[in-house]
């Protein structure tokens, strides 16, 4: 199953800031009966996007036209809860390219980064730099460098460093799932397995 080549994101974002976001209020189980990825991104944050009748909530930002692009931007500790893969789907399936935290739980980004989806965790003082731009200015762009491994506003210049494995960094930039990455290499693997022999 291939993954879509991560391409770098200069994009506006949208704020969600709250904090302990789970898998849960991310994607609710009672939607969890499929077994593909697809669909899954309108149900995304179901319970806050929709009352009970099923009418959109005005004033929750997935609602709100001013907010747009393939950055989410959440609040600390994004992603606890269950291990829930439809989670990182439904992100993904909704159009975001890129979650932004200064926490993320070890489960979902883990599952995130097997589906596509780069989670970017900043310092405290860097996501609150990146919530006050996005109020100041709703359409304001951010930067995602995935091969230098760099987040920028670009109104301001701020920029800082994120980590990733090198070996995750490879399949987004390529492409590739655990699978594919093997088969990549399998000429390097059959040498080193003659070489053992």
Known sequence: MSIEKFQNIESAAVPIPIENVDTDQIIPARFLK???????????????????????????????????????????????????????????????????????????KNNA???????????????VSIFKAIEADAGTLIKVDLEKQEIRLLATGESEFFQITPYKKECLLNGYDDIEYLLNIKEKIAQFEKSRT
């Open 34 to 108: 499929a077994t593909t990825r697809e669909g899954f991104g309108e149900n995304l944050f179901r319970d806050w996007r929709y009352d009970k009748s099923g009418n959109p909530k005005a004033d929750f930002p997935l609602n709100n036209p001013k907010f747009s692009g393939a950055i989410l931007v959440g609040g600390k500790n994004f992603g606890s809860g269950s291990s829930r893969e439809h989670a990182a789907w439904a992100i993904h399936d909704y159009g975001f390219k890129v979650v932004i935290s200064n926490f993320f739980a070890d489960i979902f």
């Open 113 to 127: 980064l097997n589906n596509g989806l780069l989670p970017v965790q900043v310092s405290d003082n860097f996501l």
